[in-house]
């Protein structure tokens, strides 16, 4: 807009003095020109402004002279400064208004703004002025930069991102936020949307879950004109999870967040259930087990209601796993799982411990045969064959079984003891289920307490090697030995091996211990030797654990070397079970004992069940006829029939006949009579430490003893 002058009815040196100091007090340079683009006002400022020497600038100084201060200072660009100023001359000739910015050498920037003057409508000059927008510029590079700066960082978060103000209108949003809710780009064709097109679009297309959609905008524009700060959330309808959080800022504007946490929480899904289930079968795990016993003991307290534990081991599992590999053990508890599964209603639970251990919690039974029942069910269902890889399998269950609250009220001890229980099934003859008793309870702890004692047996020297004479029947010569294991304890004494071999056959201890008895009797053989007492045989129990471990072949060869021990100077007893379990694998690892030189007699024969074809593919020299037929032969025919039997079919095989637990001389004439090859018992004598052994086997041997008469047991047949 043109500028007027002041009241011209003023005289003229007012006028000029109010224009000065009003003019010097503007913040600004100014300068005016009359129509012939002469000087005629100016202010302080504008000799700063553009840095004119204060001598050069006066009234009536032509426009030319004074622009070619800053052209030959440079100003306007390289070049001739008197071309520069006819160029400018030129342009403020036209007298037209004009603005534009010049920042000066001094690095300060001026706003020019050029206005025709005009008195009374006729062009009379023309008025400059020049602003210092240094500052200004600054704060607005500055205010770039930042802003520059926040749309990165809006564009580089990992998140989508909405910033909206008070109007609920979107100020920014990334391409995160676009992608990450599917946003088509026609709903920013026209700029950024509202807030509520962007609630409107999603509820329609169902974002929000069903319901009318204006409902819920309204309902959410609602919300976020409370703008109170939120962090939830929310599952869109292809699954994916989106984490929301919505803050206020100090300005007023509002900025949410979405982050798309679905794999982490799909992560976290895996998570738990690795930390809850069994890897190998998908069921239940411990953690998951304990957590449950825990509701259901607070369920039944609160409830009075029962529950019962089944506590199940596989039967035959360790021997398949051992002989037939990892791979078809685990297929194998597989098919046990899922059979476990079948067996019970959703309600129940299946827990795998580990190893061959499942756990079954049977929710709300009230009747022990409802629980009978079921257990039943699952023995059925787990005792049917498995095929596994072209296999036939058997693995039928021992099932323990406790009930709350009748034997505990708490889950570790409900466990425990359907655990206790379920070892009581084994000792029954394995593959049936037992309900826990208190007697059964204090059997389990009698047995941990002598596990516990074993432990420290071997470290102790605990263990003794004793020793039984065997004689031939028709004359009393005695020819070997069978040593027997013994454990004295510093406090309970003489423990009887039937008490803890089978403990040891069940926890592997066997094996070591197995391992000293050899080495013990090979090297007291060797003594007896080398003091004059041969021809003797050494028997020595072999366990069915410690033959399906074929480092026992190695351990063997090493004794026989070491010791010089000849074949038939050493002997095997295997029971009929042991070699009965898995009879193929027993046939090859006995074959290979008796490569070696080392004879085998199945002991305690009779007890088991022995099949015929099978004991005549093992490479056996002897039968042991169980103590429990010698017992009472004199007096029961029919325990005299079954030894004179036995000894007939041992005979037929081309085998010897032993008979154990001969106590009288009635039974040793009775045996020898029948046929019998060889005797055992405390007729004859105990098992003797070898120090106590010695002289009798010398008598025995009719060999000279230091100061002893030779004497063996008395012949009934050869009085
Ligand atoms: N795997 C291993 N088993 C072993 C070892 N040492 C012993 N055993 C087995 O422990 C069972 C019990 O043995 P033990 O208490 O030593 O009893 C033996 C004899 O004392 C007993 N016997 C012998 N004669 C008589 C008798 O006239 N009357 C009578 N009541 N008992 C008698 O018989 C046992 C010998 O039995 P067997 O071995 O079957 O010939 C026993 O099964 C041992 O095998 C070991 O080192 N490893």
Redesign the pocket.
Known sequence: MPHQTPDPSLPAELQIAYLGGVLDHLPQGISVFDAELKLLYWNAHFLEVLDLPADAVHAGVPFEDLIMFPASRGEYGPGDPVEHVRARKALALRFEAHRFERTRPNGRTHLVSGEPLLIDGQLAGFITTYTDITDRKRMEEALQISHARLRSIIDNIPGGVTLFDDNLQLLACNDMLRRLLDFPDALFANGLPSLETLFRFNAERGEYGPGDPEIIVRDLLARARQRIPHIFERVRPDGTVLLIQGQALQDGSFVTVYTDITELRRAEERLNHLAHHDPLTGLANRLTLDEHMRMRVAEGTRDQRRFAVLFLDLDRFKTINDSLGHQMGDALLVMVGRRLHAAVRQTDLVARLGGDEFVVVLSAVEQEASIAHVAAKILTALSAPYVVNGEVLHAPPSIGISVFPDDAQDAVSLLRNADTAMYHAKAQGRANYQFYSEELNRSAMARLDLERKLRNAAAGGEFELWY?PQYRACDGQAIGV????RWRHPQDGLI???RF?PICEDNGM?LDI?RW?MEKACAQLASWRNAGLAPLRMA????ARQLRDTRIIDLLRAQIERHGIGPGELEF?VTESSVMERPDEAAFILGRIKALGVSLAI??FGTGHSSLAYLKRFPLDRL?ID?SFVSDIEHDCNDAAIVSAAISLAHGLGLEVVA????SAVQWAQLKALGCDEL????FS??LPAEQLEPLLRAALNLPAAGATPAGPQDPACP
């Open positions: 039984q069978e040593a027997l294991l009887p091996p039937d071999i066997i197995g008895v020595i129990n072999v366990s007893e002991d305690d042991k103590r154990e637990g001969v106590e055992q018992g405390y007729h105990r098992p």
